[in-house]
C-alpha cells in the first residue's frame, strides 16, 4: 500500500479480501487439475477390465462375442455411468473455473484501487506492471486455454455414451459437449412500461378530465394508486373508468426519448431489452355493462356479438384470455412507437413481494432467474427489492416517487431518457 494511502477501513479490507482470494485462486486450479486427474482415472476402469477379459480368454477375445454374450447390457451400463459421471464431472469443473476466473477478477479491482492510489504515470506503470488491472479480465467466454478440457470431456463422454449405445443396440446420435454460458453477470436490462416507457400521468390527466371535466395537475399526483392523494377528492371508480377504456392503453404517449435511447441500448451497447408490465384491467367487478363490447373486440376479434353479455363476462373473466389480451395492446402499443424488445412479460397475480420462496413469476423472480443485471421502475417499493436483486437500478423520477428518502447505494434517480443512456454509456 502507498505511503500516501490513507490506512481506512477500505483499504484494510481490500488488502484482507486480496490475500484470501489470491489464495482461493489457487486452491480453485488446484482442485481442477485433481478433478481431471480423477476422470482420467475412472477412463481407465473398462481398459482394466478389457485387458483382464483378454488375459483370461488367452488373447481371442473379439467384439462380435461381447456384442451377442449376456455381458453387453452389464457394459452398456457401466459406459452410460462413465459417461453421466463424466458429464457432472465436466459441470463441476466449469464451475470451478468461473469461480477462478471471478477470483482473478477481483484481485485486478484490487490492484487497480491502489496502482491509482499511488498515481505512478502510464509510462512508470508499464515497466513494474505485469497482471492486469481491468474486471473485465480474464474473459468468462475463453476458448484457448479452457476450451481444450471441454474438448476433452465432450469427445470422451461421446465416445463412451457411442460405447454403450453400440452394446445396448441403441441408435446413435452424438450431441456436442457443454458450452460455457453467462455467469453471475449478463447483458440485460428490464424495463417497466407505465411511468418510465409510457408518459402515464400526463395521459391520466388528460383522461380523466375528458371522462369527468375535471382537471389535474400532473404535480399533484404524488401517490399511487391516484384514488390514494386525499386532496385530489377522487374516487376509486372516477380511477378505474380512465383505466378501463382500451385507448387509454393503446393511445398512451410514449417518454420524451425514450424509443430513440432504448434502440441505443439494444444495437449500439448490445443489451438485451426484457420489458415488464403490471396491467390489472379489465377489473370485471368495476367494469360496466356498456365497457364489455371494447374489451371483448380485443380479446375474443372483432366477430364476436357483444350483445351476449352473460357469456362476454364469462370469458373476460378466463385468466389466460385476459392476459392475452393485455399482451396483444401491449405488444401492438410497443411495435407502434417502434421500441425493440427481446421479451415481453405481462405480470398477473401477486406481483408485489420478492421473496424466492413463493410461487410468482413477477419481475423479482424473473430478475433473480435471468440475472437481470440492470432495471429501470418508476414504483419506490419495487425499486427498493431490486436493488437487492440487480447490480444497477434506475428510478425513473416521477412526482409520486420522490419522497422515497435515501436511496440505496446502486440505485440512481433519472429524470430522462438521454441521462439514464449517458449513465449507462459512462458507467459501464
Excluded at 484490487?110 to 497482471?131: I, S, Y
Excluded at 433519472?414 to 443512456?421: I, K, M, Q, S
Aim: aromatic share 12%; with cysteine.
Amino acid at each position: 500500500m502507498p505511503d500516501s494511502a490513507p490506512e481506512t477501513p477500505l483499504t484494510k479490507f481490500l488488502l484482507a479480501e486480496y490475500d484470501h482470494v489470491s489464495q482461493a485462486l489457487f486452491d480453485v486450479n488446484k482442485t481442477i487439475t485433481q478433478f481431471f486427474q480423477f476422470y482420467l482415472l475412472i477412463l481407465t476402469l473398462p481398459v482394466t477390465l478389457a485387458g483382464a477379459a483378454l488375459k483370461f480368454s488367452n488373447g481371442s477375445l473379439t467384439l462380435q462375442p461381447i456384442l451377442q454374450s449376456e455381458l453387453a447390457p452389464r457394459l452398456a451400463v457401466v459406459f452410460l455411468v462413465i459417461a453421466v459421471v463424466g458429464l457432472g464431472m465436466l459441470i463441476y469443473i466449469v464451475n470451478l473455473r468461473l469461480d477462478s476466473l471471478l477470483y482473478a477478477r477481483t484481485c485486478n479491482g484490487v490492484r487497480k484501487h491502489f496502482l491509482d492510489l499511488a498515481r505512478t504515470t502510464p509510462q512508470e506503470e508499464m515497466w513494474f506492471r505485469t497482471l492486469p488491472r481491468a474486471i473485465h479480465l480474464p474473459r468468462y467466454r475463453e476458448w484457448r486455454f479452457f476450451g481444450a478440457v471441454v474438448l476433452a470431456f465432450a469427445l470422451m463422454n461421446t465416445l463412451y455414451v457411442a460405447g454403450a449405445a453400440t452394446l445396448a443396440g441403441w441408435p446413435m446420435r452424438v450431441w456436442p459437449g457443454a458450452l460455457e454460458g453467462s455467469y453471475l453477470r449478463t447483458h440485460i436490462v428490464g424495463l417497466d412500461i407505465d411511468g418510465v416507457i409510457g408518459d402515464l400521468v400526463p395521459a391520466f390527466c388528460a383522461a380523466f378530465q375528458k371522462a369527468h371535466s375535471r382537471s389535474i395537475a400532473p404535480d399533484s399526483i404524488t401517490h399511487i394508486p391516484v384514488h390514494e392523494c386525499h386532496d385530489l377528492q377522487i374516487q376509486e371508480t372516477e380511477e378505474h373508468s380512465v383505466f378501463h377504456a382500451p385507448a387509454f392503453w393503446t393511445e398512451m404517449p410514449i417518454a420524451p426519448g425514450a424509443a430513440r435511447r432504448i434502440r441505443d441500448l439494444k444495437n449500439i451497447l448490445g443489451f438485451k431489452i426484457h420489458i415488464f408490465t403490471y396491467r390489472p384491467w379489465p377489473n370485471l367487478s368495476t367494469l360496466r355493462p356498456t365497457e364489455y363490447g371494447q374489451w371483448a373486440r380485443l380479446v375474443i376479434g372483432q366477430w364476436w356479438p357483444a350483445r351476449y353479455v352473460r357469456l362476454t363476462k364469462w370469458l373476460l373473466g378466463v385468466r389466460l384470455l385476459n392476459k392475452w389480451a393485455i399482451w396483444q395492446v401491449t405488444r401492438k402499443w410497443l411495435k407502434k412507437n417502434e421500441i425493440p424488445f427481446n421479451r415481453l412479460k405481462v405480470e398477473m397475480g401477486n406481483t408485489y413481494l420478492a421473496d424466492p420462496s413463493i410461487r410468482a413469476r413477477n419481475r423479482f423472480q424473473l430478475a433473480q432467474r435471468r440475472r437481470i443485471r440492470i432495471f429501470v421502475d418508476d414504483d419506490p417499493s419495487k425499486v427498493k427489492k431490486l436493488a437487492n436483486i440487480c447490480d444497477l437500478v434506475f428510478l425513473f423520477d416521477q412526482p409520486y416517487n420522490r419522497d422515497m428518502g435515501q436511496l440505496p447505494p446502486n440505485v440512481e434517480r433519472v429524470r430522462n431518457w438521454d441521462a439514464l443512456y449517458r449513465f449507462i454509456r459512462d458507467s459501464l
